[in-house]
């Protein structure tokens, strides 16, 4: 098998079948997890036949929607579903518990499957996540990243099958920035947090590393980071159930349990008899005590000094004068030339120092100067011009990214907001008059949507500005 060689090449397990792989993996074991971010790197063809083997399917979905699980391991699990073409209903449990990962580049185009496949799927179940439940602020999680894959136009598109009444659908528009919460979901989604934050402070924390205990801060988006601040300060009085946390409740217990056996069975039996007593007719040995050994210093031995005459007396050490010690012969000056110093600056062919003859004289003796640097400093080095805010935004749509028209135009809308249509408009035209954007031509998918928006009456005005501005230079100018 193909995906069990591309598991087991960074050597996290010896796995003899893809079975014994998938038993390691339902049980989360790290070196399982680890491979399975491996097959991120691996073919289409190689993800669907690990998608595809046995009960893989169902091992596979639990680890795409278990928040514990490393995000690469995640990714992983995700992309070979979709790449096995998974169905209904369980691609919206998918969408629910993995929506969040649309937002990762390493999905690529399944981002864009999952959305379109999974959200109407999820809005289709009863149950959680239409009831205000943590399930209902999960799917409101994903349609938040989803935003994001596909743009926020086709987010409303798809919401607009949902009930009315729909709690994962009102939690969604909520986290857009589309709609405000109705009143009564407000105060269900306020009950709802309190009472998971008062479960989670009250748990133990054994409970709390089996993941018994209900998870906090919960899966939900931004928009609910109000509301989860206030469930934390009504439940800050609520203590955990352990003894290691309250060791008060532990002492009040034993003292409690002790009382109760003492009047069941009454006063407790002596069980330490009386002391030995020494033997009358056995001598005594004694005991040893230890002295520090006193040592008995000893003076030091006088240093006699050296007199001027006995340095004198000693032979001095024979000099051997060679022909770099011997003294330089006196030239006649050159009138108009400068007397060279010995100190001057001389290198040989490799461009190194030749250093001074005289420098082991013993009667003057000397450090060489170093040699410093020029005082003259370097021109500045030019640096390159900043980019523009619509730069990036730009490449995208050259990429054909699906969001990438969205996002300028927002970008477009924020910069008109605060200066003023007119300085977008020279903004973006000065953007696009640069060299790297004059042979370029526009995908089909971005010039459709571009058009859409141009002739759209739903869009703000500095949507269709900047719209109108792209297609006259991209279109009309090439055209």
């Known amino acids: 098998m193909a995906i069990l060689a591309t598991l087991r090449q960074d050597r996290a397990g010896d796995w003899k079948s893809l079975d014994d792989y ?31 083997h046995g009960e893989a399917g169902a091992v596979l979905l639990e680890v795409a929607c278990d928040l514990r699980v490393p995000k690469s391991s995640r990714l992983a699990a995700t992309r070979c579903l979709l790449e096995a073409g998974i169905e209904p209903p369980f691609v919206a449990h ?14 690529g185009s399944a981002a864009r499957r999952l959305v379109e496949s999974g959200l109407p799927a999820a809005l289709q179940l009863e149950g959680d996540p239409a009831q205000i439940t943590l399930a209902a602020g999960a799917f409101a999680r994903a349609v938040h990243a989803a935003a994001s894959a596909v743009g926020q136009v086709r987010v409303q598109e798809l919401l607009s099958g949902a009930h009315e009444l729909h709690a994962g659908a009102a939690a969604a528009r909520f986290a857009l920035g589309i709609a405000e919460l109705p009143q009564g979901h407000k105060v269900g989604w306020k009950r709802l947090l309190e009472q998971t934050c008062a479960g989670h402070r009250r748990a133990p924390a054994a409970a709390k590393r089996m993941g ?45 349990t002790q009382a109760g056996k003492t009047q069941a069975k009454g006063p407790a039996a002596r069980t330490l ?26 003076p030091m031995e006088p240093v006699p000094a050296r007199s001027p005459a006995a340095a004198a007396a000693e032979p001095r050490r024979p000099k051997i004068q060679t022909k770099d010690d011997a003294p330089p012969r006196r030239t006649l000056p050159i009138p108009g ?32 100067g170093p040699v410093l640097p020029s005082s003259e400093l370097r021109p500045p080095s030019r640096a390159r011009p900043a980019s523009s805010a619509f730069a990036s935004r730009l490449q995208s749509i050259f990429e054909d990214r699906p969001e990438a028209v ?26 696009m008059s640069g060299k790297s954007w004059r042979d370029k031509r526009l995908p089909a998918e971005q010039l459709r949507r571009l058009q859409s928006i141009a002739q759209g009456p739903t869009h703000p005005s500095s949507w269709r500005s900047a719209a109108r501005l792209l297609l006259d230079f991209f279109v009309s100018a090439t055209g």
């Open 22 to 52: 998938l038993r390691e993996l339902r049980h989360r074991e790290a070196g399982a997890l680890a491979a399975l971010a491996n097959s991120l790197s691996a073919s289409p063809a190689e993800q669907r036949e690990l998608a595809e």
């Open 94 to 107: 998918l969408f629910i518990g993995a929506g969040d990962l649309v937002t990762d580049p390493r999905l």
């Open 212 to 256: 018994l205990a209900p998870s906090w801060p919960p899966n939900l988006p931004d928009a609910f980071a109000p509301m989860i601040r206030e469930a934390e300060q009504e439940t800050s009085a609520i203590e955990p159930k352990d003894a290691a946390a309250s060791p008060s409740a532990l002492k009040r217990s034993t003292s409690s």
């Open 273 to 298: 008899g009386p002391p030995i007593r020494r033997s009358p007719f056995r001598k005594p040995i004694g005991a040893v005590v230890e002295v520090p050994a006193a040592t008995v210093p000893k």
């Open 337 to 368: 030339l400068p007397g060279r110093e010995p100190d001057d600056l001389r290198f040989d062919a490799r461009g190194k120092r030749i250093p001074r003859n005289d420098r082991w004289d013993d009667d003057d003796f000397d450090w060489q």
């Open 406 to 431: 969205d996002r300028l135009c927002a970008a477009a809308e924020a910069r008109a907001a605060v200066r003023g249509e007119e300085a977008l408009i020279r903004e973006l035209s000065a953007e």
